[in-house]
């Protein structure tokens, strides 16, 4: 059966439920888990604002390194006790989708154990959600998670 699941996480509520639903599993299944937290690449600047992008840069890296460790410690205090071998990654991308593929490969996940949707909100509906590009996109195994 399963023995390595990739469970994606933006640190929501759902994202949240789902590594707790994913913790149970491995442990029914004696498998490990890789938890993945995809940042948003920082924005480029454009024209003149070149000038102004220091400070940002180095205040909006601060904020995504706060908001990494955040959401791993919060999947830690999930995970902590459980006896599932766990291991933390992190990238950086605007399309978490592809990353979250792209992981499953490089880790030689065999199940991808996802939240049916995160923070996506308004863009998520416009843009389409990311939950729903990876089940369009993906080789391995998905379990969607409400």
Not at 9 to 19: M, N
Not at 66 to 78: G, L, P
Request: with cysteine.
């Amino acid at each position: 059966m399963y023995k390595h699941l990739l469970v994606p996480t933006d640190g929501s509520d759902l994202s949240q439920g789902a590594v707790t639903q994913a913790v149970q599993l491995a442990r029914t299944l004696d498998a490990r888990i890789t938890v993945l937290y995809v940042q948003a690449e920082c924005p480029k600047p454009m024209g003149g604002e070149a000038f102004t992008m220091g400070p940002f840069r180095e205040e909006f890296l601060r904020a995504t390194a706060a908001a990494t460790n955040a959401v791993f410690e919060s999947a830690k205090s999930v995970i902590a006790g459980s006896g599932v071998n766990c291991k933390y990654v992190t990238a950086t991308s605007d399309a978490p989708w592809e990353v979250i593929i792209s992981t499953a490969r490089s880790e030689a996940c065999d199940l991808i154990f996802m939240a049916s949707h995160g923070r996506g909100g308004i863009a998520g509906l416009l843009i389409g959600s990311q939950t729903h590009k990876v089940l369009a996109h993906c080789k391995v195994p998905v379990l969607v998670c409400r």
